[in-house]
């Protein structure tokens, strides 16, 4: 590798909530540079959550990405001419970045109504444990249950 890593940056919280992981959730879900849009999909998400849910649209919110956020992942690595998906343990950092991936990509996937349904109903599934994002997350772990052998690989 040349050079020095990028050195991370502190996303900034949005306006509304002042909360670094929405400020990044917003940033996830823009598309083309359009911010002001992605935040109107998301606290429209959070206005509808706010209806249909007793709780706070962000406590919600939290729970949901503790839920989708994985523990392991496999990772590819290459041992005397053939390759291994070895499990790693995943960087809280990573977790949070997987799961808003994950819930974004599942209300995605979701046809015929607007973003902000999708999203909201996503968001919901996932604080109780159901929905897309959280098959995709025992799919994660499932994959890495089945390479627990190759686990001596690791680092």
Do not use: C
């Not at 992942?73 to 990573?94: H, L």
């Not at 974004?104 to 046809?111: E, V």
């Amino acid at each position: 590798m040349r050079g020095k890593q990028a050195p991370k940056r502190d996303v900034a919280p949005d306006p509304i909530y002042s909360n670094p992981s929405v400020g990044k959730f917003i940033n996830f879900i823009m598309l083309s540079g359009k911010k002001n849009t992605a935040q109107g999909i998301v606290y429209g998400a959070f206005e509808i959550i706010k209806k249909k849910e007793d709780k706070d649209a962000l406590e919600i919110f939290e729970e949901a990405l503790k839920q989708v956020g994985p523990g392991v992942e496999v990772k590819t690595k290459r041992v005397g001419g053939s390759n291994y998906q070895v499990p790693i343990p995943v960087k809280p950092e990573r977790k949070n970045a997987l799961a808003m991936r994950w819930i974004i990509n599942a209300a995605r996937a979701k046809k015929g109504r607007a973003m902000e349904e999708k999203l909201a109903e996503e968001i919901m599934l996932a604080a109780k444990g159901e929905g897309d994002a959280m098959k995709k997350r025992a799919d994660v772990h499932k994959m890495a249950e089945s390479n627990r052998a190759f686990a001596h690989f690791a680092y």
